[in-house]
């Protein structure tokens, strides 16, 4: 193409930038970090008629197929105390922060409320759009606000939490501004004073006290995710696969009588949430694998690449595990990442 930008690369292998590490190609990639260039690279992509995909940390998405259009990063890694309003702090992360290190700079900083989120794979940009959770604590608690900048006119909005509509591993990102959007940066409300979040009974086993130091916290999370889920950078994958489904009173019964040992959780409008990877479980399939894919044997729920394969396999055993759950169970489990990409036979 004549008239490509210089911040765009041709026909680059996606591998990296998934944490499934599938092979992939975008047919255009861009990583910006400003908002003049992000701009810009919108509007050729608009010119050009290309599709476009924003990618985070790439830990919640499996590729299907390659991306015949621009695959954009932005990259703002800046992070800053923007407000003190007495009890609490407003800070800002760009976009482009790694989770993790965001959740390190905080309690070192003495900004507190995300302890719980700890080794979370992705980006801050990406957190708002699946509403992260764990060990009791979920993103939303401590979103003030979401910048945003529109895909269709470039204008820059600011988003309340009220706007983002979060519900479990879900927001407005995900339903009715799908699309719309490149997530630029986050304003989070953390207190000044620490008060940790215990309430997960794994979590207490872990802390040398039931008083622990935030640093205390954050390594009492590390070594609970480090011993159930897979490092990404090791065994590829997305973390949890599926949500935990809600099912409604009479059905949670109707389960109960059926299989007396079936832990549940109580969720809103009476319903209860059933721990997917239980359910999994049960159903023969953790540590089991199709190909080159396989579920973890150490949390069901969390499906695994080690043998590198593509996306196609990664759906097969997708289905291969759902169906057996409804079978058994008569539940339906949902996919929690995203699916992209085309492929030849679509
Ligand atoms: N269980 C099994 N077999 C397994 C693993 C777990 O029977 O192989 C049972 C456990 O005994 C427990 C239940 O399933 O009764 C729940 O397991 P766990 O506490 O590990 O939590 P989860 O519901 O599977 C959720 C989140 C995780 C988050 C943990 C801790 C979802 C979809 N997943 O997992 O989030 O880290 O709670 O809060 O809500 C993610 O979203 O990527 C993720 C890792």
Known sequence: MANLPAAVHCGVDLQPFNSLA???????????????????????????????????????????????????????????????????????AGAGV????????????????????????????????????????????????????????????VLSKADCQFGYRDSVFKQAAKDQYVITAVTFRLAKQFSPVLTYPALIEVLPSTQPTPQQLIDAIIAVRQNKLPDPAVIPNVGSFFKNPVVNGQTAAQLKHQ?????????????????AAWLIDRAGWRGRSLGPVAMHDRQALVLTNPGRGDGHDVLALAQAVAADVLSMFGVALEMEPQCVGVSDGD
């Open 259 to 275: 299989f007396p040992d079936m832990p549940m959780y109580p969720a809103a409008d009476r319903c209860q949430k059933l721990p």
């Open 98 to 157: 790694e989770w993790h290190r965001f959740v390190l700079t905080a309690s070192q900083r003495g900004w507190y409320g995300i302890e719980n989120l700890a080794l979370i794979p992705g980006s801050v940009g990406a957190a708002p759009v699946q509403n992260i959770g764990a060990y009791g604590v979920e993103l939303e608690s401590v979103v003030a606000s979401v910048e945003v900048v529109d895909i269709q006119s470039g204008a820059l909005t």
């Open 22 to 92: 599938i092979s992939a190609k975008a047919q255009y990639y861009s990583k910006v970090s400003d908002l003049v260039t992000l701009r810009e690279m919108l509007h050729w992509c608009a010119s050009e008629h290309l599709p476009l995909l924003l990618l985070g940390g790439g830990s919640n998405l499996v590729f299907c197929g390659d991306w015949p259009g621009l695959v954009l990063q932005y990259a703002d890694t800046d992070i800053r105390l923007v407000a003190d309003e007495g009890e609490d702090l407003l800070v800002r």
